[in-house]
Structure formats: structure tokens, C-alpha cells
């Protein structure tokens, strides 16, 4: 045990060094006018200004993001679970294989598809049809997000619906209950953990994404990421860029605070009951 | 009593392994029929087979008359009792208790009184809303059969259920498990691989061995007459011995000739002879058909286990007097306690 807390020491420095102190300096540089002294104008000027609607539409566009992660993952996630062991794995590769792809080239991907002089664009005038303007919108925007962060919806449910025991499935065809029922009754209740680490591990990338919304979005959609990056990028206002990143963070705290206590019941029920199937 | 289930020359196979070789098999109303069997006999196939879990690949199923093989498991009326009792970690005791009563659409009016009445059953009264982890592995026992009887289920199929418990425990449970087999008056399919286990509970017991029921019978034929020496072996401990035949009561083991009581066999036919332990008394040396030496003694509660060398075998021996280690003794077997088997002979044999 000992042995283990030392070689722990190099993750305690790093975890001080790159964690702790660099939120304390997140917080100070909020906290802090330019002068150095102690202030709140920074936050009052978030909440007064037009930042605030920026939030606004990063929650709402995080929030449709997650949304058709969930409905198109979910099903998603479930028919790979059903397949035969084979399959799955081969499943789960194709969903992997991407992820292993550099994000920015994975995105500038769908630029190159959705510009106006783009595969789509350019099978339209193939056919004769009327182009469509579909890159630097908010649809593009939800589209790249969508495409990026899918497979984080995907894998966790599919874990959790994968380890789940086929004693219980078998128990509910038992006790009188259709391949629909069993679903509503038992698959989807027990599956909600696997579907509240998905919803987080969405949620928080989208809301502070900003290179997703530069490369699809150009410059018409901002989101808070976006304007977080540029105080700090461009304007140089390390201060008001802090305070946002402050705020945003305390968003991201309730939304975690909120998924982990739906997890924290869950997964206790998931583990004792292989504790059971071990016994 | 009229029969209630019926199997028909069941086959079926996991790949190329074969686990159940041509089952025919019938259950009575109302009975406690056990399957008694090593672990991977077949015989927790069979209980999934009239569950609906399973699908043979040739054969039928037969309910009340009615073929049910491609019945799905939720349109049967038989309820199974899991060996790992398969409750619901997202519902409390009485939703685990409830489940199926409301998938059938029953009013709650009806159903709280229908769950409370199970818990009495099951003596776990005032458990209602206590989660189902939070219970040990003897009230989920009890929790898992009170989910499964509350359905009123024509038959109850039981998976080893009592495997996973304590002996005390288990004990306990068998006495249980009897009591509410009659007081609701169903048939029950329990599936072990305890010997004792199955003679204590069951009305008539089937033994399988590697997908082939060997001998079905009540407890006290295959304890008194087991028809193969595997059957022997697995009911209860025995001497199991090569003997020959030579004519009508008169058989040879041991390099001695013994008389029995068996009859209708090839003359010098290669036997099995079966001794159970209790049955070999232990003699003065003159007095002895055979002649050992003590070579072990030990105490089991009621009666001594001794291991006694004659020139040829090991003898199993049990007796209420201790001998010394090393002590010279002779032993004798009465006519009736030898049991003479044909080799390999299985149920349904004598027929064909």
C-alpha cells in the first residue's frame, strides 16, 4: 500500500499543478478587475450583456445536440447489444474507428461535404436540382456535434445494456411480459444509468465546444465557447473570459450534479446484482 | 391424477454437443417431480425446455393435451423460480412481488391484497418497500418464489434454487418448499443436483446422466433399487463392484460366491454389483464371507464411515460400533442388500 501512495506522488503534482492551480487562477483572474483588485463587475457585465443570450443559444443548441444523441443512440445501442457476439465487436469497431480520426480533420470533413462547391451541393447540380446553403448554419453546427459526439451516447449505453443480466429478461418473459414490454418494463429502467453518463458526456462537450462551431458555423452562430476563446484569442480580456468560464463551469456542475445522483442509484443496483450472479 | 406435462422424444443440441438424447417424460398434476442429475446432465435444459426458453431441435412439448413447443416462455402457464432468483434491482419488494399481476393488467385493488398475501406465504410480511438488494440471499429466495406463485401458475419450475444458500438455510427452505407445494396444491419441477436434497422433497425423482434419464422412480425405488451403477453411485454412496453371474441367485465378487435374490440373466454375465454401506455387516473373522482389515474409521454424526481392505477392495462401510485401525474383521452382506445390474441398463430398457 505504501509502494501504491508513492507512485501515486507524480499524479498528486500534476493534479496540482495542472488542476488546482489552474482553477484558483481561473477564479482569481474572474474575481479580479484589471487592476488586480477584488471585483464582480466582470460577472455583472456577463449577466447584463448580450453574452447572456449567447449562453442561451449554447444550452439550446447543447441541448438538441444531446437530444438526438440520445434518440438516435439509444435504438442505436440497443441493436448491437441483440447482435451476435461477432457482429458486435464489429459493431462497436465502426463506431470506435472514427474516434481514432483527429477531430478538427473529422470535421473540416463536413465542410468539404456541405460547402456550396461540396458533394452535395455538387450531386444537386448534377441532377439539375437548386442548391442548398447548408454550411454555416446552426443546422450545420448540431450536425458536426452530433457526428463527434454520438459515440459517446452510444458506447455507455450499450455497455450497460450489454452487461445486463439475461436472467432478468428471461424473469420478465416469465412473468408474462412481450419482447415490448420487457423492454419498457425492465431493459429501459435498468439501461438509465448507461443513458445519464451518456447525457453528461454530450451535454458538457457541447455547450463548450468552440472549434466545431468555427469550422461548421463560421461566424454566425457563436456559441459561449466560442466568445469564452475569443476573449482570450483575441480581445486579450483574460478577466471577462475567466468569469465566463466560471459561469459555464457552474452550469456544467448542476447538470453533473443532477446525472450522477440518477447514476449513483443505478449502478448500485447494477453491481449488487452481479454481486448476487457471482455468489 | 392425470398427466400434466408431457415430453416426447425430445433432441437437443448446443453445437455438436448433444444434451438431451431422446427424453420421454411425464409429470402428474399436483406432483413434485425432481430432475436429479450431475451439473451438466441436460437437466436444467429440460426445466428451460417446459419454460419456453428453449426450443428442442425435434420433439414436442405437451401441456394439457396441447402442444406448446412453440409456445413463447410469457404465454405459458408455468412460472419458473431462477437459480439465481432474477429480481428486479429497480423495483422494490412488493413492485418485484406485483410485476406480473400488472403486466396482465389486474387492478391494483386486487393486487394489494393478492401481494400480501404471497408475503405471508413467504413469511417476509412488512418487506414491501425494502429494495430488493438490501436482502439476503434466503428472503430473495423467498421474495423470487412469492413473484413467481402470485400468478397462480399451473406449474412451478424450480432451477436449483436452493443451490446458492447455507445448509442450515437450505434445510429450512426444503421444509418451506414442501409446505407451500401443498398448501397451494401445484405441480413442481425442481431441478438438483442434490441427492439428498431430491429424496427428502420429492414425490418421484428422474435421474439423468449426460442427457439420458437413467431410472425414474419414487425416492425410496431408486434408493432401494437403483437400476445402474451410475445411478447407485449418485444416490447415496455405494460399493460398486464387477461381479459375474453365474446362473439364478448366485453371483460371484470379491473372488467369493454370494447368494442374491436376482434372476433372468445371461448365464456368467459381467454384472455390477451394488452394496450400499450400511449394508455390509462387520463380523468376526470366522464368521465373515470376506476377510479385511480396518484401514480407516471416522465419526459422521450418527454412525462411524469405516474403509475396510479385503485382498480385492476397498469396502465402504457403515456402523454404529467403532473398530480399531489395523484390526482384523470379516464382513457379510444378506441376500437382499446385493443388488445385481446389468451394465449401462437405463429406464425404459426392460421395454424394448
Redesign the interface.
Known sequence: MRSFKKAATPYFIWALLFIVISLLMVLYYAFTGESGNFSTENFVRFFAGSSLGTLWRSLKIAFFTTLICLVVGYPLAYAISRLEARYRTLAIMLIMVPMWMNFLLRTYAWVTILSKNGVINSFLRYIGAAELDLLYREGAVILGMVYNFLPFMVLPIFTVIDKM?E??I?????????KL?TFI??IF??SLPGVASGISMVFIPAISTFEITTLLGGNKTNLIGNVIEQQFTVTGDWHYGSAMSVVLMVFLLFSLIFTRGEDEM?T???T??AE??R? | MATQIELRNIEKSFGDHQVLNQINLEIEEDEFLTILGPSGCGKTTILRLI???ETPDSGEVIFDDKDITQV???LRPV??L?Q???????LNVYDNVA??LR??KVPEAEIKPRVDEMLGLVNLKGFEKR?V?SLS?GQ?QRIAMA??LI?RPEVLLLDEPLG?LDLKLRKDMQVELKRIQRELGITFVFVTHDQEEALTLSDRIIVLNEGIIQQIGSPLDIYNEPINAFVADFIGESNILEGIMHKNYDVSFSGKHFVCVDEDFYPNEAVDVVIRPEDVEIVSVEKGTLQGEVLSCLFMGVHYEMRIATSAEIYLVHSTIPRSIGEPVGLCVEPDNIHIMRKGEVEGDEEL
Not at chain 1, 428471461?170 to 412481450?178: M, P, R, T, V, W
Not at chain 2, 439465481?84 to 429497480?90: A, M, V
Request: glycine share 14%.
Open positions: 443480466d436472467g432478468l428471461e424473469a420478465a418473459a416469465d412473468l408474462g411480459c412481450n414490454m418494463k425492465v429502467p435498468l443505478g448500485g443496483s447494477v449488487s446484482t448476487v450472479d455468489e | 419454460g419456453g426458453f413463447p416462455a410469457y412460472n419458473t431462477f439465481k432468483y432474477s429480481l428486479f434491482p429497480h410485476f406480473g403486466i396482465k429494495w438488494d440471499g430473495q413473484r413467481a400468478n446458492a
